[in-house]
């Protein structure tokens, strides 16, 4: 965990620092992003979807998955199926 100084600086965690390639000197971006802010590495994009783009992705993914679980069968539940909760206990037990 970080600690912000008098002079709102704050120190990236070595470990972070070595996997991301950020070096004394480097710009890095702190981006808001809702509820939290985000901190791009040098040499690395900020991903430019807005919220509406995003919610627009998301109703497409939802309609594919829509479509591909239609053209499934149905899958029965266990009453369907005539299984009792005990027959699942029974099964497991080694014989």
């Known amino acids: 965990m970080s600690r912000v100084t008098s002079k709102l600086q704050v ?6 620092a070595d996997r991301y390639g950020i ?4 710009e890095i ?3 808001a992003a809702g509820e939290t802010i985000r901190v791009v590495p040098p040499g ?6 807005d919220r509406e783009m995003r919610l627009k992705l998301f109703d ?4 594919r998955q829509r479509l591909r679980q239609s053209g499934r069968p149905r899958v029965r539940g266990a009453r369907e199926r005539g299984w009792k ?9 080694p014989r």
């Open 44 to 49: 690395r994009q900020v991903s430019g979807v």
């Open 60 to 63: 497409a993914a939802t309609e």
């Open 29 to 31: 971006q702190w981006v």
């Open 11 to 16: 120190t990236v965690p070595k470990a972070i």
């Open 85 to 93: 909760r005990e027959d699942l206990y029974e099964r497991a037990r």
């Open 23 to 26: 070096r004394p000197g480097d």
